[in-house]
């Protein structure tokens, strides 16, 4: 087990360098041939959607739960606005509230392929909110 993920941390951590290495803060009307790089305030967190020049797409993070899903149509707005219909990865960093909460109100929003994560929770005590974010991913 912590064979496997340590191989995905490593994998993990290799493609976040590749995609932000190449990232450029591309202008809203970029061209089709540039990596667009689109920063979306979650108010106390931060998600980032690239889409590369085939049209695929990764999201980090997802914001919080709840707040009349203002995350999740954050997120929405930028894909609308990247001209994409689906995300087909999500890669969430950790389960704290800010950064994997948003996960149930994005899904009911938009499309996603694959979610890239760490593996279970390791905050498991009782009363942490990691726990019912887990619960909730």
Not at 31 to 49: K, W
Not at 81 to 92: E, P
Request: proline letters at 5%; hydrophobic letters at 40%; a negative charge.
């Amino acid at each position: 087990m912590n064979r496997f993920r340590s191989f995905n941390r490593g994998r993990l951590l290799s493609i976040c360098i590749l995609v932000a290495g190449a990232a450029t803060l591309a202008p809203a009307q970029a061209r089709l041939h540039e990596l667009r790089a689109y920063f979306i305030d979650v108010e106390g967190a931060q998600s980032t959607l690239f889409v590369t020049p085939t049209g695929q797409s990764l999201l980090i993070d997802t914001g919080w739960p709840d707040n009349g899903d203002r995350d999740a149509d954050r997120i929405v707005a930028a894909a609308r606005n990247a001209g994409i219909s689906r995300i087909d990865y999500v890669l969430l960093t950790h389960y704290h509230d800010d950064h994997a909460g948003g996960v149930p109100n994005l899904v009911q929003r938009i499309p996603v392929g694959t979610f890239i994560d760490h593996g279970p929770n390791s905050e498991t005590r009782a009363g942490d909110p990691t726990v019912k974010v887990w619960e909730a991913y």
